[in-house]
């Protein structure tokens, strides 16, 4: 079946149709067969349709909101010039999943949408405003646009951590805050992180309960996860996707104190505070320059740049004080795996977040690291090492699809 999956952003909408289903999910043999992004949504928009053979169409137009992207989304994929030849009309997009950022403590699994859990969502609109409210957009758009027969699924970035114990979850705030408005950590990137340690036990070969390893996702937005047994024991976000590491504009973990600290000093309402923490800081605010570190990187090496390495250094020292952490809670663990855009591409950050790890038995393979790059799926620690290290390139889609068709199937839902 042709699952259409969807990530709606503030002004953004990215999309893949994977055809998948119970066989091609036992088989591996699911696969991408167009996908693309609507950027600016909301002014002059600019869109990058690409099918399976790589034919890319760049364009740019005016798209009101998410349900014109859609709509402009289903028309190219059902027009000749798209190039898809499964799709021919709408009735070819069979189901429709969808990312949505906030579960709150109901969802603990990806699940079909019907109005109760529309309701359930827009219930987590206070813990998420930035995202669940887009997320929403998608899902209507889609019914409008499909008919409400078309099945849908919401898939929660929050999903996969519901596996903590209080000890990891909770505030050392009054309790009642927990209590009364749900105030602890719910973690962000989840679907990321299960999609890591599933490929990790294929990889490996391995049952899914003996794997306990730390993932390190880290794109423009990171975070990490303790995993244990195969479920997340542990991870960095919080209440929201602003603790923990350094991110491309977020400042992860900060003094609470600073905040009003701030406010007073420099006149900065709580909207302001919010978005200095949130798009003004991390790489971007350390470096006066630029959120990328693709570019941090080379003004480091080209121009040595100070606040660049300074960037560079907090990020990296960030990551391994949360590696220290799990690995005193995991007891040890088997393997470090980097994902994300940095974790993928990035032999530099990679070995910079690894060094002087002999003493817990971790030695990196400079070849290895070195080549596995661009999407590349592989072990980058040397013989011999009892921490091992890999990469492993994500696939959120992928999750969402076949957790979709699982569902239109009837089929269990793994939560982990
Ligand atoms: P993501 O959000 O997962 O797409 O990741 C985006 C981040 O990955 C940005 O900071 C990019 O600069 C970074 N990135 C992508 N390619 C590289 C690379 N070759 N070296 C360093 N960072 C990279």
């Not at 898939?155 to 990891?168: G, Y």
């Not at 104190?257 to 420099?266: C, D, G, I, N, P």
């Not at 005193?328 to 663990?333: C, P």
Request: aromatic share 6%; hydrophobic share 40%; with cysteine.
């Amino acid at each position: 079946m042709n699952v259409l999956v969807l990530n709606a952003g503030s002004s953004s909408l990215k999309f893949q149709v994977i055809d998948t289903d119970l066989e091609k999910i036992a088989s591996d043999a699911d696969r991408c067969i167009a996908r693309g992004v609507v950027e600016r949504i909301g002014s002059q928009a600019l869109l990058r349709f690409e099918n399976e053979g790589g034919k890319v169409l760049h364009t740019a137009q005016p798209i009101r909101d998410h349900h014109a992207a859609i709509d402009q989304v289903m028309r190219w994929l059902i027009s000749a010039e798209a190039g898809v030849p499964t799709i021919q009309s709408f009735a070819d997009i069979h189901a429709a999943g969808h990312r949505v950022v906030h579960g709150g403590e109901k969802f603990a699994r990806s699940v079909l949408i019907t109005p109760e859990v529309i309701a359930d969502i827009e219930e987590c609109i206070d813990l998420a405003p930035l995202h669940n409210p887009d997320n929403l957009r998608g899902i209507r758009a889609m019914a409008d646009i499909l008919g409400p027969g078309i099945p849908q699924a919401a898939v929660f970035d929050t999903a996969f951590h519901h596996s903590m114990p209080p000890r990891s979850y909770l505030y050392a705030i009054p309790y009642q805050f927990y209590r009364r408005h749900r105030v602890r950590r719910y973690g962000f990137h989840g679907t990321s992180h299960r999609y890591v340690a599933y490929r990790y036990r294929r990889m490996l070969n391995i049952p899914k309960e003996t794997v306990r390893v730390i993932t390190l996702h880290l794109g423009n937005g990171c975070s990490a996860a303790a995993i244990d047994a195969g479920r997340s024991l542990d991870t960095s976000m919080g209440m929201t996707p602003l603790e923990g590491l350094v991110m491309g504009t977020r400042a992860g973990d900060i003094d609470p104190a600073v905040v009003e600290y701030l406010m007073e000093k420099e006149g900065f309402s709580s909207q302001q505070m919010e978005a200095l923490l949130n798009k003004q800081s991390g790489l971007l605010g350390v470096s006066g320059l630029t959120n990328d570190m693709r570019d941090l990187l080379a003004e480091a090496q080209e121009h040595d740049d100070r606040r660049a390495r300074l960037a560079i250094d907090i990020f990296v020292h960030r990551a391994r004080k949360y590696i220290g952490a799990y690995l005193m809670e995991l007891g040890g663990a088997d393997a470090l795996i980097f994902a994300g855009g940095i974790g993928e591409n990035s032999p530099e950050i990679r070995e910079r977040i690894c060094a002087g790890m002999d003493w817990c038995g971790l030695r990196i393979d400079p070849a290895r690291n070195a080549a596995t790059v661009n999407r590349k799926e592989g072990e980058i620690s040397a013989d011999g090492s009892t921490l091992r290290a890999y990469v492993i390139p994500t696939d959120e889609e992928l999750l969402i699809a076949r957790d979709t068709a699982r569902l239109v199937a009837k089929a269990e839902v793994p939560a982990w």
